[in-house]
């Protein structure tokens, strides 16, 4: 296996890390600030690795799945700003 694949299969694991870490910590007493901090930190490391992979596959795979995981800590940083008001 060639460093670029590795680099795209890291893209698609990082997704797999931040979908199994919201299953395994949901709940009422979440920590939701290291949530959106490791969320976010993943989806760009995520991001990142894909557009090293310089394969095509990964590269849109790896974006747009990192891409949602994005847009869900967004929502997610709206909904603990409005909670706090």
Do not use: C, D, H, Q
């Not at 990142?48 to 929502?75: D, E, P, Q």
Request: aromatic share 12%; charged share 5%.
């Amino acid at each position: 296996m060639s460093k670029k694949n590795i680099l795209g299969a890291l893209s698609i694991v990082t997704v797999l890390i931040n979908v199994i870490y919201f299953f395994v910590t949901r709940g009422p007493n979440v920590n939701l600030n290291m949530a959106i901090i490791l969320f976010s930190v993943l989806s760009v490391l995520g991001i990142i690795f894909a557009i090293l992979s310089k394969k095509m596959w990964f590269i849109i795979t790896g974006i747009l799945l990192n891409g949602i995981v994005l847009v869900f800590v967004y929502f997610l940083l709206l909904a603990v700003g409005i909670s706090e008001s």
